[in-house]
């Protein structure tokens, strides 16, 4: 018996030694992935890849007007393009979410600018990401492997700052799961809602 729990310690030890190891370079998007999420207050809605170009994947959001325009490389969002055809710089504070290649432990930073929910004045927001380790998380899409990923907003304005959590699985191509803190940092952003795979279809 002590054998056993030696050799499964030793087991989970090892495996957390390879994933600790392993560099995870940006999935490879097709036309017609799909992914849909259930947020906590019952809303779903659907990311699809709707056009190929040489460098960048374009991305449809359900309910939303303009596509988004992703780095093939990082996954990192290099700007929305409106129904014109227009091209607009992002500013979303969650832009550079993934920053391919990822590993545990590795950290990067963004400084972006916007009007906070409650605020009329812009101010500037620093996000600092970073990969704090994998789990198994289970959701209705299924059971994965998944690199947890820690996101901080701060208001430098205000000096104030809040957390999210976000969880990515190559085996879904994207993240399948987030929870942001209960605090009022996040009272009245209309993104920051729990939310969790519910199915996905992979080209």
């Given at each position: 018996?002590?054998?056993?729990m030696i050799l499964s310690c030793l087991t989970l030890f090892l495996t957390q030694m390879v994933w600790a190891q392993e560099k995870i370079e940006a999935p490879a998007w097709n036309i017609g992935d799909k992914w849909t999420y259930k947020r906590t207050d019952g809303v779903t809605f659907t990311n699809e890849i709707v056009e190929i170009k040489e460098d960048l994947y374009i991305m449809?959001?359900?309910?939303?007007?303009?596509?988004y325009a992703y780095d093939k490389k990082?996954?990192?969002l290099k700007y929305l393009i409106e129904e014109n055809g227009r091209r607009i710089k992002s500013t979303s504070t969650a832009r550079n979410l993934f920053d391919f290649p990822i590993f545990i432990g590795k950290k990067w930073k963004d400084t972006t600018t916007g009007i906070p929910a409650r605020?009329?004045?812009?101010?500037t927001?620093?996000?600092?990401?970073?990969?704090?380790?994998?789990?198994?998380?289970t959701t209705p899409a299924g059971t994965f492997?998944?690199?947890k990923i820690h996101y901080k907003q701060i208001n430098m304005s205000m000096r104030n700052d809040g957390w999210a959590l976000f969880w990515y699985t190559?085996?879904?191509?994207?993240?399948i799961k987030r929870e942001f803190e209960k605090s009022s940092f996040w009272d009245g952003v209309s993104?920051?809602?729990a939310a969790e795979l519910i199915s996905y279809e992979l080209k």
């Open positions: 018996m002590k054998k056993l449809k959001a359900s309910g939303v007007r303009d596509l990082t996954i990192n605020g009329q004045t812009e101010v927001f620093v996000n600092d990401f970073k990969i704090e380790g994998t789990e198994e998380i492997k998944a690199y190559p085996d879904a191509k994207t993240w993104y920051a809602h």
